[in-house]
C-alpha cells in the first residue's frame, strides 16, 4: 500500500518567518494530496489541497507544491503568525476511498 | 456545515471489556471511516465503509470490528479490549468521489485499565 513520509517531525519558527513541511509518497498512481491542520484538542481540518494535473496551488499564506517525478509535495507557509501552531498532516490517495496520513509535523510559532 | 459527531468524547473501559464507539454524521456522505491516533504514528485507518453494510479493512484492522446498518452511522467495535488500544479514535466521512474533502468528529478519548 501507499506509504507517506512526512519532515520534519516538529518545527520552530519565528514569528514572520516562513514554515516548509516536505512529504514523499511511494505510490505512483497517487493522484490527490491534501494537508490537514490539527489544533490542540480539536479535529484535523482540510486547510489546502492538490491534485496531480497540478504542480502548486496558493491559498492566501499557504501553499502547496508537487513534484510527482520525485513524487514529493511540500506545504509553505508564509509570514506564520502564533495561531498557525498544530500539527499538521500530509496525506496522499490513489483510487482508494481512504486518505494515507504521513505521521504529522508538530509546528511552533513563537512571538 | 458538515457535522461528523462522536457520542462519546472520553471512555474508561476494563480490560476484556466490549466496547462501542458511535459516529453519526449529517450531509448524507457515502463513505465513512475510523482513524486511530496515536503520538509520533500520525492517523491510522482502521476501517472504512463506502456504502452501508460495506466495509473495508484498513491498515490496523485487528481486534477492532465495524457496523454500518445505516448510511449516516458508522460504529466502531472493540471485542474484547485491551491496554494497547488507549488511544484517540477520530470518525470521519465524505463524499464518495475521490478528491472530496473528508471531514473528522471531534475524537473519542479511550483508556482501557
Known amino acids: 500500500g501507499e506509504n507517506v513520509e512526512q519532515h520534519p517531525s516538529t518545527l520552530s519558527v519565528q514569528e514572520g518567518d516562513s514554515a516548509v513541511i516536505k512529504c514523499t509518497y511511494s505510490d505512483s498512481a497517487s493522484n490527490y494530496f491534501p494537508w490537514y491542520k490539527q489544533e490542540l484538542g480539536k479535529r484535523p481540518q482540510l486547510i489546502i489541497d492538490?491534485?496531480?494535473?497540478?504542480g502548486e496551488k496558493k491559498d492566501q499564506r499557504i501553499a502547496v507544491t508537487l513534484n510527482k517525478t520525485a513524487k514529493h509535495f511540500s506545504l509553505h507557509i508564509t509570514e506564520t503568525q502564533p495561531e498557525d501552531s498544530a500539527v499538521y498532516f500530509c496525506a496522499a490517495a490513489n483510487s482508494g476511498y481512504a486518505l494515507n496520513f504521513g505521521k504529522g509535523t508538530s509546528l511552533l510559532v513563537t512571538p | 456545515d458538515v457535522k461528523v459527531t462522536q457520542s462519546s468524547r472520553y471512555l474508561v473501559k476494563r480490560t476484556g471489556e466490549k466496547v462501542f464507539l458511535e459516529c453519526v454524521q449529517d450531509m448524507d456522505h457515502e463513505n465513512m471511516f475510523w482513524y486511530r491516533q496515536d503520538p509520533g504514528l500520525g492517523l491510522r485507518l482502521i476501517y472504512f465503509s463506502y456504502d452501508v453494510k460495506m466495509k473495508e479493512k484498513g491498515d490496523i484492522p485487528e481486534g477492532y470490528s465495524v457496523s454500518r446498518e445505516k448510511k449516516e452511522r458508522f460504529s466502531l467495535i472493540l471485542e474484547s479490549a485491551s491496554t494497547n488500544q488507549t488511544s484517540m479514535y477520530l470518525c470521519?466521512?465524505?463524499?464518495?468521489?475521490?478528491?472530496?474533502?473528508?471531514?473528522f468528529g471531534e475524537g473519542s478519548w479511550l483508556t482501557v485499565v
Open positions: 492538490i491534485r496531480s494535473n497540478v
Open positions: 470521519a466521512s465524505s463524499l464518495e468521489a475521490l478528491g472530496n474533502t473528508i471531514y
